[in-house]
Each structure stands twice: as structure tokens, then as C-alpha cells.
């Protein structure tokens, strides 16, 4: 009762002989939460009754929990509301006060019937629906164990399909002993999942309530607990702490999850189908990933692509790129860690930009678009090398945004005044620079977010095409210098299209357009092989799954070399 339970013996329960639903306690809970008549609520007792008798075969059971899941979270609308309007009806309130929750023993299905019924040690009800149905056994002699009662649920499963159509979880113990399972989960699988799972499942629930509790998954503008602290571990593992409570809701969706998951795995292989699952290339900057480790991720950086014909400006894709010294200084666990988890689930799964085992096409953080990225790693160009192309290196001139009269007469047209005494300075030689409050494209994207109060929705037509040329101008330059080694420099991609290269002389255009091409097509190949055998073997042997993967833009010779040598299938379109 201290946890919001009340027991009633099975013979106090009013339910009908063959009910698998307390159908007078459901509809109290319906005209409660939804303030609808009891005939509306009788209309939508009766959906859920032939749900659960579309489970009366066992071999349908997975299937009607499904659509008994679908009645409750999903397809609820009903006209009830005001002129016919649809209502999405609750059948359980947020708040546990506002529910009924019954525990009862020896439930009998079906009730009082000649041929004797089954009967469940245990089962909990949730304003008059069944969720969970448990096993106690007696450990009267030292063979009897918890497998005994999972053996004994799985038999029931197919003798009274029905009683577990509304099921969310099943669950034995003799005592000493408990473990959880799903429905059609053979027993060999059932496990202690929360001694599995406990490594990233405590993190993230506290995650989750942090993120819930600030009203933002950005962990950098929470008060406290930005970054994760394996010391609260202890309490948010405790039953008996505050810090579990807040918790537990978590970890209880995740296991509905995986029960849900691993079921219809099996339900799968049974049916001779194989599931593929996906592993995308990055997280999410403002992730628990970052928040739990962020010792494996560049948050200073930004996974993108480089320009295409479908981008012109490259692609920010926003997530931070990957710390691989770190990764590869413990045999990247955490890619191990997320590819045996998945096994759980899945017999094949496709990696989704393969290149980034390769490398990743990293944004400085202060960019917009993804011109100023550079593959990382990559083998950044010394001086030396740059001027052995017979290129005359000018290192103010081909590192920084390249702004003239002409460059910004051309570019902004009318607004060619505005933009030298707003954003530039003037540094002589009819040569232009940005004002350090313009100094960047994000500093730029700011300034015009807060003329339309912090709504970038609102720009107008005008002021975004400005943003947009600024953004351009910032792009302006010839070579980047290299992210971790200041002495050496990058070539920007697609440069030959602005004023930077057309400042150039012929000779210098041609001994450009020369290195340009060495180095994007040819110089990292070799590298860039034993990067990704520095990392993919491990990954692919991890597990057991088929490995496919996939990949657009620019695929280096290097990738098919690794594919075929690693037994990878790929994914290949014909043109």
C-alpha cells in the first residue's frame, strides 16, 4: 500500500467468468480520467474486449498485444469531445494517485469454470486492465526455481492466450531468485535485465529526469549534473532512495521496450524473417552519450558533408564528430558496447555513412554551412609541400576571407555601403576585414536572430539573402589551417567558384587546381585505408550479425578495398 498498491482476493475482484478485464473498475477509471457518460466509455471497453479475444489463438497473442498496446497509446480517439471533436482517451493518469492499482493471487481464468480454470499466483491491475502476471514457487526441494514458474507462464500463454493479450511483462522467482520476460520470450532469454543493462541505463534515466526537470536535453545550461557522476550510481540503484523513485519510470520504459523488442525478434526468426537494424553515424551533440562521455566526442567540431550537386554549400549535420584516440585507447568499447546491444535485437544491421570509419568531413563549431570543414583525420599540407606545387603562399592572403571593393560591389549590389560600414573595417589597400562582432558565421547568424527577436523564422527576404552572402564572404578563402595542427593547411573544397581563386594568377590557378586534386583524390587514400582497419575489424567481429553498409558523395578508393577485405556487403545503386 506504501507504493500506491491495494490487495484484493481474487474472489472480491467482480469480473465475469470468462473476463479477462475488471470491466466495472475500467469504466470508473474512463469516466474519471476523460469526464465521458458510461455508455461512451462502454464503447470503448468493447474495442478493447474484441482485442483481447482476437488473442484467444496462440499464435495470434503477439499480434493482439500489439493492437491491445495500439487501442491504449496510439489508435485512442474517440468523438467524445465537444460538436463530435476527437478526444485521445487516457486510461491511466500520470499522476499514480489518480489510478486504481490492484495486486491480487490465485486468479482464476476462466473463473468458476467446470473443467477448472488456470490459475496465476500473482497478477496486477491497473484500473481494471491486467498488466503483469508473475509466478511464485515454493523452493520445497533444491531443483525448484525460477525457471519452473517461467515454464509454467509460457504454458500458459497457450492454454488462456487471452489473459496475456493486455500483458506488459511476465515475471518468477522461488524467492531467492527473480527474473523478467515478454510474452512468447523463450525462457532461455528471460535474464536479471537490469544487471545487463545497468551500465548505461542508470546514466541515462538520470538523464532523462535531468533533461525533463530543465526543460532541455542542452546539459550546458542545466545549474548542476553536466556531466554525468558515476558516484550517484549507488543511489540511483538504491530502492530505498529518493534519487530511485525519480528514476524507476525510466528504467520500466526500458524494459517494456526490450521485452517489446526482443519479442518480436523471436516472433521473427520463428517466421524465418531477418531483421536489419541501422547504426547511424553520430549522436546527438546535447545526447546522453556526450553528457555520459563526452571524453569520446569533439564537441568543438560538427559532422557534416562536403558540397555537392544537391548542396552547394556542404551539409551540417550539427553532431559532434568522434574522439578516435580515445576511442581506440580502450578498443573502443563504446562502439562494442552499442553494436552487442543491438544484437539483442537484430541479425543484420547497415552502417550508415561508412565513411566516417574513414573519416568525417568536421565544421568548426562557429560555421554554418560546411565549406569550412575539413576531412578529419586527414594529412594536412606543410608549407613546404604547398609551395612544391609552384603555388607562391601567401599566408594572409589564402587563409583569410579574401574581401575587395570589387568582391563586395559584386556581392551585395545596393547594399554594398551598408555592409563596409556595419561589418567590415577597412585595413587599406581597398582590403576589407570583419568586424570581430561579425568575425564568424555564427556570430553573424546571431546578429540577425536578434533583429527579429530571437525568432529566425521572421528574416525577411532581404535581410536572409544579406546572412546567407555574409556566410559566403566568411568562406571566402583558399586554405584552411588544420584543426590540430596549426602549421599545416587544408585546400577549401569547391573554392575554384569564388573571388579567391579568381584573384589569382593563371600560373597560380593552375598549380592550385593541381594540388586541389591530389589532395582530395589521392593523398589520404593510403591513410585513410588504415584508419578504418585501425577500427572496423574490431566492430564487424564484435557480433555475429550480417554487416552491410552504405555511402554517397565522395567514396575514396580506399572504402570498396576495406568493404571487400572485411566481407562487408554493400549497398550500391545503378545509375
Known sequence: ????????????????????????????????????????????????????????????????????????????????????????????????????????????????????????DLVFIINGIPMVIGEAK???????????????????????????????????????????????????????????????LVPYAQYCVLRDKHGTPDYTQWPDHNVWDEKDRKALTNQRTKAYKEVAYYYYVQYVLASQMKGAHVYAQQSNVVLKGDIPIGVNRYGCDAWMEPRYFN??????????????????????????????????????????????????????????????????????????????????????????????????????PFITDWVIDRWFGERADYVRKTILDNIGNDCYEFKPEFATQRKVEAYFTAIYNGDASKISEGDAALRDTLYALISNVLFLRDHREPNKFHPRISSQFDPCFEMLWDNDKHAYNTLYNDYFYRRNNHFWYHEAMKKLPRLVNATRMLVCAEDLGMVPDCVPWVMDELKILSLEIQN
Open 138 to 200: 515454493t523452493p520445497v526441494r533444491p531443483q525448484v526455481t525460477w525457471a519452473d514458474g517461467a515454464n509454467d507462464l509460457m504454458a500458459y500463454q497457450k492454454s488462456i492466450p487471452e489473459m496475456f493479450v493486455s500483458n506488459v511483462l511476465v515475471f518468477s522467482s522461488e524467492g531467492k531468485e527473480l527474473q523478467y520476460g515478454g510474452i512468447g520470450l523463450p525462457v532461455d532469454k528471460w535474464g536479471p535485465w537490469f544487471a545487463d543493462e545497468e551500465q548505461w
Open 1 to 120: 500500500q506504501k507504493c500506491g498498491w491495494t490487495y484484493v482476493e481474487a474472489k472480491d475482484i467482480p469480473r465475469a467468468t470468462d473476463s479477462v478485464l475488471v470491466e466495472s473498475w475500467l469504466q470508473d477509471a474512463l469516466i474519471r480520467l476523460n469526464k465521458i457518460t458510461a455508455a461512451q466509455a462502454s464503447q470503448v471497453i468493447y474495442k478493447l474486449r474484441a482485442a483481447i479475444m482476437s488473442g484467444s489463438a496462440p499464435d495470434e497473442l503477439i499480434q493482439a498485444n500489439d493492437r491491445f498496446r495500439k487501442l491504449l497509446f496510439e489508435e485512442n480517439s474517440e468523438p467524445f469531445g465537444k460538436n463530435g471533436d476527437n478526444l485521445n482517451i487516457r486510461f491511466f493518469s500520470e499522476n499514480p494517485s489518480e489510478n486504481y492499482c490492484v495486486v491480487t493471487n490465485q486468479w482464476e481464468f476462466p473463473r468458476q469454470s467446470i473443467d477448472g480454470g488456470k490459475r496465476l
Open 299 to 400: 564537441l568543438n567540431g560538427q559532422a557534416g558533408a562536403p558540397p555537392d550537386s544537391f548542396s552547394v554549400n556542404g551539409q551540417n549535420w550539427g553532431f559532434p564528430t568522434y574522439n578516435w584516440e580515445e576511442m581506440l585507447a580502450d578498443d573502443c568499447a563504446w562502439w562494442i558496447r552499442r553494436f552487442s546491444n543491438m544484437a539483442k535485437y537484430f541479425d543484420a544491421y547497415r552502417i550508415d555513412h561508412v565513411l566516417g570509419f574513414f573519416r568525417i568531413w568536421e565544421i568548426p563549431i562557429h560555421s554554418v554551412h560546411g565549406l569550412l570543414g575539413q576531412f578529419q583525420p586527414a594529412l594536412g599540407m606543410t608549407v613546404n609541400e604547398i609551395e612544391q606545387y609552384g603555388l607562391h603562399w601567401n599566408e594572409e592572403l589564402m587563409t583569410r
